[in-house]
């Protein structure tokens, strides 16, 4: 694990082209309907957010609460 919190096998995994909401909630070992669950989000949007689709301020929020993680760091793979 980095200094920052991140684990290296998510660093790794986005370096590899994984979305940043796919490694970090894989790396939690959530489903996708678990993170709708915690989020609210329905899962077909979190499958679009997943393939790329911009995730809107409060979206970006509530998985970044979800999966413990600040939601900017999901926003742009350069975060990390």
């Given amino acids: 694990m980095r200094e920052d919190g991140i684990p290296e096998e998510v660093i790794e995994a986005i370096e590899d082209g ?4 796919r490694a970090f909630r894989v790396e939690t070992e959530i489903t996708v309907g678990e993170l709708a669950e915690d989020t609210g ?9 997943e393939d790329g689709a911009t995730p809107k301020p409060d979206e970006l929020k509530a998985i970044g609460e979800a999966l413990h ?6 926003l742009v793979p350069s975060a990390v």
């Fill in 69 to 74: 993680v600040p939601p900017d760091v999901l």
């Fill in 18 to 21: 994984v979305p940043p909401v």
């Fill in 41 to 49: 989000i329905p899962p077909a949007r979190i499958d679009a957010i």
